[in-house]
T-cell receptor, first 114, second 115 residues
Framework: AQSVSQHNHHVILSEAASLELGCNYS??????LFWYVQYPGQHLQLLLKYFSGDPLVKGIKGFEAEFIKSKFSFNLRKPSVQWSDTAEYFC????????????FGGGTRLMVKP | DGGITQSPKYLFRKEGQNVTLSCEQN?????MYWYRQDPGQGLRLIYYSQIVNDFQKGDIAEGYSVSREKKESFPLTVTSAQKNPTAFYLC??????????????FGSGTRLTVV
């Protein structure tokens, strides 16, 4: 079975600091990759996704992620975080050969200090 | 506006009682899903349904049951057999099987507390 690992469970940054959240997955075949964000008290929203083409994907609110196939990674980055980026971030992998199911990582809780 | 509606937002249940969580979507999506969210464990799949009148167990189906009698509705019953039911439950949907790579749309969730 495929799995998704997010190694940073809690991250605390000051405003304007750079962000990188790690995501690694176990499946070796064709995958589609996602990052979701859950702001306090709100529902999960899609931040960005990758399913083919340029491995550097740009999403909403200045976020980007890079798919590195050889490392089975899809790390999320943002050059300069804001207080409003405080949220929980989930990496997810969709395996087209396993019933099109999304498998989620454990989440990373980001707190940005003003 | 199209979306997913989960109700109620907060639910309290006594031990030993069954409780049903509602999930309705007006997106005309074929597939629907139930996830359970616990701190530090991300989202774990309980049940999913790719089409009306069909559903499959996910990774943690024990103690739960579902039905899919209508395309728009996918209720989840948390039975008394579920040993640790206190959690945040999320419902999601996606278009047909061939377009699932567009991702899921999520509801706002139901927080269930067993007292």
């Amino acid at each position: 079975a495929q799995s998704v690992s997010q190694h940073n469970h809690h991250v605390i940054l000051s405003e304007a600091a750079s962000l990188e959240l790690g995501c690694n997955y176990s499946y070796g075949g064709t995958v589609n990759l996602f990052w979701y964000v859950q702001y306090p008290g709100q529902h999960l929203q899609l931040l960005l996704k990758y399913f083919s083409g340029d491995p550097l994907v740009k999403g909403i609110k200045g976020f980007e992620a890079e798919f590195i196939k050889s490392k089975f990674s899809f790390n999320l980055r943002k050059p300069s975080v804001q207080w409003s980026d405080t949220a929980e971030y989930f990496c997810a992998v969709l395996n087209n050969n396993a019933g099109n199911m999304l498998t989620f990582g454990g989440g990373t809780r980001l707190m940005v200090k003003p | 506006d199209g979306g997913i509606t989960q109700s109620p937002k907060y639910l309290f249940r006594k031990e030993g009682q069954n409780v049903t969580l509602s999930c309705e979507q007006n997106l005309n999506h074929d597939a629907m899903y139930w996830y359970r969210q616990d701190p530090g464990q991300g989202l774990r799949l309980i049940y999913y349904s790719q089409i009306v009148n069909d559903f499959q167990k996910g990774d943690i189906a024990e103690g739960y049951s579902v039905s899919r009698e209508k395309k728009e509705s996918f209720p989840l019953t948390v039975t008394s057999a579920q040993k640790n039911p206190t959690a945040f439950y999320l419902c999601a949907s996606s278009p047909d099987r061939g377009r699932t790579n567009y991702g899921y749309t999520f509801g706002s969730g139901t927080r269930l507390t067993v007292v």
